[in-house]
């Protein structure tokens, strides 16, 4: 694997074969030391020109825990400000030696486009509305452990609630929940859904209250508030009532069900329980496998494969 830009890149047997590393990268991070030799030459930068905290910080933990050097770009300093092009700015940090680019971007296809630039590895860290793979491997891998699952989803009935509009997770998490074989029924306000669900592999509902009780994996998405350009909602109390999980809704879920969320989250608006309250919440788990998964890719992606032994 040279990039890791969409998850659509990945037959089920890879998305398999990756949530397969992360148990070992699993492992590594459970030793006292958590950290192997795997990368250590290899130059990793994140170049994120979008706000992140777990993303970037996920990848950076991963990096490390393999030994690779880091560099973090910070957009807010850096002579983007001057006007550079994404291009020059690609052109340039590479001309440093760089092994992998980790790219979060405001523009869908951002990445995409880097990859011509430079022969580095680029992984896609979220580009606009488009695709966050890492984030649907960590939350394939969560529900693998989550619910026992590791031979696929079978059977799994997931619900994803909310703003799949704006939402880069939501299409990156149906294309991989469908391809280990789950069902998928998308709830949100016609105004939240996209333009057009040709090709989506999904049920759509309104109703929040009806599916509940039915569902396996209960998938929050926050509301972008930040990517809506016109008024797609009446009111974020209107958008609550109807849609947010409060401990009425929750009371209905199945005992074995999971809550999930990427975040951050929108205390009262999508999420009014209090989630450390739920016990079916795994969104830290979600925070905690964000690194192994990211360090299976890193590895997938840079390493030379044996040498994943030992710790420093
Ligand atoms: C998501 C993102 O940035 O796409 N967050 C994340 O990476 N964990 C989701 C969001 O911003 O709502």
């Known amino acids: 694997m040279k990039h890791l ?12 074969g990756l949530l397969e590393l992360t148990d070992h990268m699993v492992e590594i991070s459970g030793r006292p030391i958590p950290k192997v030799p795997a990368l250590r030459g290899r130059n990793v930068v994140s170049l994120f020109f979008e706000d992140s905290t777990r993303t970037r910080t996920s990848f950076d933990t991963a990096a490390k825990r393999l030994s690779a050097d880091t560099m973090n ?20 940090i590479a001309a440093m030696g760089v092994d992998a680019f980790v790219v979060r971007h405001k523009s869908s296809g951002a990445p995409q486009m880097i990859t011509r630039w430079t022969n580095a590895s680029i992984i896609n860290a979220g580009d606009g509305w488009h695709q ?35 939402s880069r997770v939501a299409r990156s998490d149906v294309q991989a929940f469908s391809a280990l074989g789950a069902r998928v029924t998308l709830i949100a306000p016609p105004t939240l859904l996209p333009p057009s669900l040709e090709g989506w592999p999904v ?17 929050l998405l926050r509301v972008q508030r930040e990517r809506m350009d016109d008024a797609l909602l009446p009111s974020m109390e209107e958008y609550s009532a109807m849609y947010g999980l409060d401990s009425r809704r929750a009371a209905q ?16 608006v999508e999420m009014v329980v209090d989630p450390a309250e739920l016990p079916g919440s795994v969104i830290l788990n979600q925070v905690t496998n964000g690194v192994a998964v990211r360090m299976a890719v890193l590895f997938s992606v840079l390493g030379s494969g044996s040498d994943l032994r030992g710790s420093e």
């Not at 969409?6 to 890879?14: E, F, G, M, N, R």
């Not at 009806?210 to 209960?218: E, K, S, T, Y």
């Not at 879920?253 to 009262?268: E, Q, S």
Request: hydrophobic share 40%; glycine share 8%; with cysteine.
């Open 132 to 166: 966050h793979p890492t984030q649907a491997l960590l939350d394939c891998y969560t529900i693998r452990t989550g619910l026992n699952r590791r031979d696929g989803f079978d059977g799994l009935h997931i619900a994803i609630v909310g703003d799949i509009r704006h």
């Open 73 to 92: 770009f910070a957009v807010s300093s850096s002579s983007v400000n001057k006007g550079e092009s994404l291009r020059d700015t690609v052109e340039t």
């Open 203 to 219: 049920e759509v509902s309104h109703d929040l209250d009806a599916v509940v009780p039915h569902v396996d994996v209960l998938y």
């Open 253 to 268: 879920l199945a005992p074995h069900a999971l809550v999930m969320h990427p975040g951050p989250m929108n205390r009262g």
């Open 5 to 16: 830009l969409s998850i659509t890149d990945l037959s089920p047997a890879d998305i398999h």
